[in-house]
């Protein structure tokens, strides 16, 4: 059972800055797409940002020119910084990945979520 890990949440004043990361521990297993979802208080999960393993990215326009979204494939690692952070960028972020692992020798594909990790944008 592949399982992603997120931590680097927290609260930060506007302006401010965050890294969040997050990590799908084991072997076994390899990722397509990853990336970074998030879900504000009283609104709909919505698209961050994501990066293929040959790092091409995509970012939603809300977040363009302040978030990076990067990762280590060696270490099933993605990362998002947050710059210049605004109240609107509360929200619980989700780190997403498209893992394909082989069974019965067969490549099989699985969304995989983390739970959760919670940023309050907030003076």
């Known amino acids: 059972q592949v399982q992603l890990v997120e931590s680097g949440g927290g609260l930060v004043q506007p302006g401010g800055s965050l890294r969040l990361s997050c990590i799908a521990p084991?072997?076994?297993?390899?990722?397509?797409?990853m990336g970074w979802y998030r879900q504000g208080p009283g609104k709909q999960r919505e698209l961050v940002a994501t990066?293929?393993?040959?790092?091409?990215?995509n970012y939603a326009d809300s977040v363009k020119d302040r978030f990076a979204i990067s990762r280590d494939n060696a270490k099933n690692t993605v990362y998002l910084q947050m710059n210049n952070l605004r109240p609107e960028d509360t929200a619980v972020y989700y780190c997403n990945a498209d893992v394909v692992t082989i069974v019965n020798r067969e490549p099989y594909g699985m969304d995989v979520w983390g739970k959760g990790t919670l940023v309050t944008v907030s003076s």
């Open positions: 990066i293929t393993s040959g790092g091409s990215t």
């Open positions: 084991g072997s076994g297993f390899s990722i397509n797409v």
